[in-house]
């Protein structure tokens, strides 16, 4: 509930110019040349100093790609992406890996000001003492630039810190889980990733232990017409306990922006991840132009007998949202959660839910879905739920529910339902409403403005998702509910 | 105070207000009585802006300004409080919620200090218990699953919080039971002050047994067709409106 009473107070705070977090900085960037060929692969490799089996893993990624087909299943349209027009490298100048934050480029620092950052990420980033413990490890265009309070981890045994830096430190971990969730050769852009990828975040959770603090990643896009390529993995090992929020903003600009991350956790025996993202990339301008292209591949492995993974996003930014943070139940009494509110307004196109595979016995799973239509956007719900021969018991509970906010956007529902378990239970609950007129003159007449009352209401109807966010989240999560909506109606 | 002159209001492009004349001076109480259908809500929702009802003639003046060319926000800020005969729901956010977006929105409208939490909770607490409003349902989503009557005295919960200079209250004693209403008719007598008007739109006499009015209006077929003292609420209690009925149709 306190989460809802503070959205009104949050959006007046917010300035009035909406893409305040639409800003580029110029920090100068090192480039690999446009365009992919094995050179750049090469390239991209030789600069982060990869061992060799790194190199071939992404060549034959990069081969594989080559036979592929951009998919075109999802209910979005965007012009033709030139793969050949895009730059596959980019990182700051500052790549030596500061020792302090005294030694982040100030220019860095700055940005992470004007983002206006709520968490208190800001006190961490700048040392403030009794800031709260939230791990940042920002990934500043492709490379992580900052990484604080490993050593505290460190002291849980905790593992957080850049992929590229895992792939020195941790090699025998890395080599063992990369790619074991999301294959190379998942789908055209995992597989692009996998080939190309700059860096993100790895995180191992080691046996028996509860992460002492939230893991929190910023992610943003920085260097004109550079594809992002994270990746990031995640382990909890038997009985371990980790919970990683991903939040993202961008600078406004105008040109499309690929963004292409793909995002592996895996849970053993009696592990739980909980992952939460809350991203608000660029949707682009009034008409629909400019705002980043989101196709991201998200997969939780629940490997181990009842472990739990849990997706919670809120999915406000972007002009083309495409993304389906997914569970394989693979562990008998593992359960797979998915709690999202995908919020599109002006031209923007969301196409996003999930997949729940049960393969092991009484396996669960629970899908929330809210989607916000507004403006000219069109939002799909599209997931699968789908039981394996043996997975015996198998139990999932799905709700879609979407709400219009005026009459030329668009939400729809597509779930597919596969069970080849005769014990399976699969209940799905969708349904579709409006704001009605009534329920806004209500407001208006005690006093909210149109803005308010919208942001009101549609926090009242995401609030099951909101709760599952982390404290940390919520806050800018109803803001960021507040400005997307801001002008759909009147 | 309130000026209403000659209003003419359509709705769906039929006309529903037809020349409708009421002053409500400043401190007084006004009754509006009136058949089904007469327009009383439609007068109500006039006043507190609703889009779908257009003026289409003569002139609304609250505190000496044209109340017509206001949002309804802004009315609110104004002073203007309508008490829903039918209050709307709004799923998951919170009664205290809502409450708090509300007077601060006023608040902060009439230049204001927004209230702490302290002073806000201090606040509603004090009124709920005036109105036997368990805090507990404050924290439920705003009227989902509300009884009738519960809806009703929440409104009056919402008029005491934003300290209006106008209160519409449009049936608000319907659905109420004897002790609710009376525990209403207080809440809503407490209200009254020399800088305040109400507009009392009711069916039943019952109610301005407690809420005496300084004056009672008939409305029918869109205009009021008689005015008068409470006595006039008591008559109409004998005799019905057959009478309005006629007369408005020969009008
Ligand atoms: N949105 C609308 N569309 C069409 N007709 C409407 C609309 N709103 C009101 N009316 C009509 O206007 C007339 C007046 O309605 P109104 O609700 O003002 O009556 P009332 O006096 O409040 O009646 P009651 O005593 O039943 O509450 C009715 O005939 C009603 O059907
Ligand atoms: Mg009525």
């Known amino acids: 509930m306190p989460a809802v009473e503070q959205t009104v107070e949050r959006v007046k705070e917010i300035d009035v110019d909406k893409y305040k977090y639409g800003f580029s900085t110029d920090i100068e960037s090192v480039r690999a040349p446009k365009g992919l060929s094995e050179d750049i692969v090469r390239f991209i490799s030789a600069k982060k100093g990869e061992p060799e089996w790194l190199l071939d893993w992404r060549l034959e990624a990069y081969r594989r790609w080559r036979t592929m087909q951009e998919p075109t299943w999802a209910k979005v349209h965007y012009p033709k992406i030139d793969f050949e027009d895009l730059y596959y490298y980019a990182a700051p100048k500052s790549t030596e890996g500061p020792k302090s934050l005294d030694e982040v480029d100030p220019e860095l620092l700055r940005t992470y000001e004007k983002l206006g950052i709520p968490l208190k990420e800001q006190e961490v980033l700048a040392g403030v003492q009794g800031a709260p413990k939230v791990a940042v490890d920002a990934v500043f265009d492709s490379v992580s630039v900052v990484t604080t309070f490993k050593e505290e981890l460190a002291k849980a045994g905790v593992i957080f810190c850049s992929i590229s830096e895992a792939v020195k430190t941790h090699p025998e971990l890395v080599k063992k889980y990369l790619g074991s969730v999301v294959p190379i050769t998942d789908n055209f852009y995992a597989t692009l990733n996998s080939a190309v990828f700059s860096d993100g975040s790895f995180v191992y959770v080691p046996e028996g232990v509860r992460c002492p603090m939230e893991l929190s990643t910023y992610f943003r896009i920085n260097a004109e017409n550079t594809g992002q390529f994270e990746r990031t993995l995640i382990i909890a090992d038997k009985g371990a306990y980790v919970s990683y929020l991903e939040g993202c903003t961008a600078p406004m600009r105008d040109e499309n922006q690929l963004h292409a991350a793909v995002v592996e956790l895996v849970a053993l025996e009696d592990a739980e991840i909980k992952y939460s993202t809350v991203q608000n990339w660029y949707p682009g301008d009034a008409e629909g132009k400019g705002g980043v292209y989101n196709f991201v591949t998200k997969r939780g492995d629940c490997r181990g007998d009842r472990s739990k993974i849990s997706w919670t996003q809120v999915e406000t930014g972007s002009a083309i949202t495409w993304k389906y943070p997914s569970c394989i139940l693979r562990g008998h009494g593992s359960r797979g959660e998915f709690y999202s509110i995908a919020i599109s307004n002006g031209y923007q196109q969301v196409d996003s839910g999930t997949k729940m595979i049960h393969l092991g016995r009484d396996t669960s799973s629970r899908i929330i879905s809210k989607g916000i239509a507004a403006g000219f956007s069109d939002n799909t719900y599209r997931g699968l739920v789908s039981a394996h021969r043996k997975a015996t018991n198998a139990r999932n509970f799905t709700c879609c529910d979407s709400l219009l906010i005026g009459d030329r956007c668009g939400a729809h529902t597509v779930p597919y339902i596969e069970a080849k378990n005769s014990s399976a239970t699969f209940e799905h609950e969708a349904t579709t409403s409006k704001i009605s007129d009534d329920q806004l003159f209500y407001c208006l007449s005690r006093g909210l403005s149109e803005e308010e009352a919208v942001a009101l209401i549609v926090n009242g109807f995401v609030r099951d998702v909101l709760q599952q966010l982390p404290m940390e989240f919520m806050a800018e999560t109803q803001k960021l509910i507040g400005i997307s909506l801001e002008g759909s109606v009147g | 105070m309130l000026e209403i002159k000659n209003l003419h209001a359509k709705v769906d492009g039929r006309e529903i207000l037809n020349g409708l004349d009421l002053t409500i001076p400043a401190g007084e109480v006004h009754a509006i009585m009136g058949p089904n259908g007469s327009g009383k809500s439609t007068l109500s929702y006039v006043l507190a802006g609703k889009d779908d009802y257009e003026v289409t003639d003569g002139s609304v003046t609250w505190k000496g300004e044209d109340l017509l060319a206001m949002e309804p926000d802004e009315r609110a800020a104004a002073g203007v409080f309508l008490a829903f005969q039918y209050p709307m729901e709004i799923p998951g956010v919170a009664t205290m919620t809502f409450l708090r977006s509300a007077v601060n929105a006023v608040r902060k409208a009439r230049g204001e200090e927004e209230y702490s939490t302290p002073d806000f909770l201090r606040t509603v607490k004090e009124k709920a218990k005036d109105l036997k409003i368990d805090m507990e349902m404050l924290r439920r989503p705003l009227n989902v699953g509300f009884s009738g009557g519960e809806k009703k005295r929440n409104e009056i919960l919402q ?20 002790d609710a209403l009376r525990i209403v008719a207080d809440g809503v007598n407490a209200l009254r002050s020399p800088e305040r008007c109400m507009l009392v739109i009711t069916h039943y006499q ?44 020969a009008a």
Not at chain 2, 163 to 178: F, M, Q, Y
């Open chain 2, 159 to 178: 008029m005491s919080l934003l300290e209006p200079g106008l209160c519409i209250l449009d049936e608000t004693d319907s659905g109420l039971d004897i």
């Open chain 2, 206 to 249: 019952r109610l301005l047994n407690h809420i005496v009015p300084d004056r009672v209006h008939v409305l029918s077929k869109g205009r009021v067709a008689r005015s008068g003292g409470p006595e006039l609420a008591l008559e109409l209690e004998k005799s019905g409106y057959a009478d309005y009925g006629d007369e408005a149709t």
